[in-house]
């Protein structure tokens, strides 16, 4: 399958898609650090700049998928999950991390977000940053778009934290948000239908 090529900026928007299965083609790490150099001109909360990344080695992926498996396991047993149950999620969760000829994992940094003694304000500076943070990751994967690369994102490290910055040795005040799964993609994304139009714009 050719890469496909988006002839305006609308057509990248309107053609990105969640891509989960990638060919084995390498992902330069030249080309990353030209993704990255443009997302950081994101807008954020006072300018706080708020995202981390961290590009994974082989052995750095490996850790983090080998932490989170244990996580999810962990997780799922706690739950009263079978143990077949858990050995196919965790066994599709490591597979799906292994196969993506690149990853990296996007973190939240506190620092540098106003301190306020209010709780409520506190927690409206943090709701800033996650957003952010996925703006963050959304002109990420556009940019990857562009270059004919797909891109996954994947919740998991979000629900096992510090197993997480155990991992990868990260600073104590970064919170996993999100691991991107990037490659040439093998398969087009599935396309999944949108809400209409009229549910989700309103005049008042
Ligand atoms: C915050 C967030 C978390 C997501 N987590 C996952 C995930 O853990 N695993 C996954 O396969 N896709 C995940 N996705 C991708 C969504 O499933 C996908 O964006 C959605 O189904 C729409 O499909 P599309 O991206 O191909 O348009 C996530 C997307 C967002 C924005």
Redesign the pocket.
């Known amino acids: 399958m050719g890469r496909m090529v988006a002839t305006s900026f609308r057509e990248l928007v309107l053609t990105?898609?969640?891509?989960?299965m990638f060919r084995q083609d390498p992902v330069s790490p030249d080309l990353i650090g030209d993704l990255l150099t443009a997302v950081q001109w994101a807008p954020s909360p006072h300018n706080t700049q708020p995202w981390r990344f961290t590009i994974l080695s082989e052995s750095g992926r490996h850790r983090l998928a080998t932490a989170m498996a244990l996580a999810l396991a962990r997780d799922l047993e706690a739950g009263g999950v079978p143990g077949r149950e858990i050995a196919r999620q965790t066994g599709r969760s490591r597979l799906?991390i292994a196969s993506a000829p690149a990853a990296l994992l996007c973190s939240l940094s506190g620092d540098g977000l106003r301190e306020y003694s209010d709780e409520r304000l506190s927690a409206l500076e943090w709701q800033m940053a996650v957003q952010s943070v996925?703006g963050a990751?959304q002109t990420l994967f556009l940019l990857a778009h562009e270059r004919g690369l797909g891109t996954?994102?994947?919740?998991?490290p979000m629900y096992c934290p510090d197993d997480v910055r155990l991992a990868l040795d990260l600073p104590a005040d970064e919170h996993p948000q999100?691991l991107v799964l990037l490659g040439f993609p093998d398969q087009p994304?599935?396309?999944?239908a949108r809400r209409p139009f009229d549910e989700v714009v309103r005049h008042r």
């Open positions: 990105r898609r969640s891509v989960r799906r996925g990751l996954c994102w994947m919740a998991a999100a994304g599935k396309v999944r």
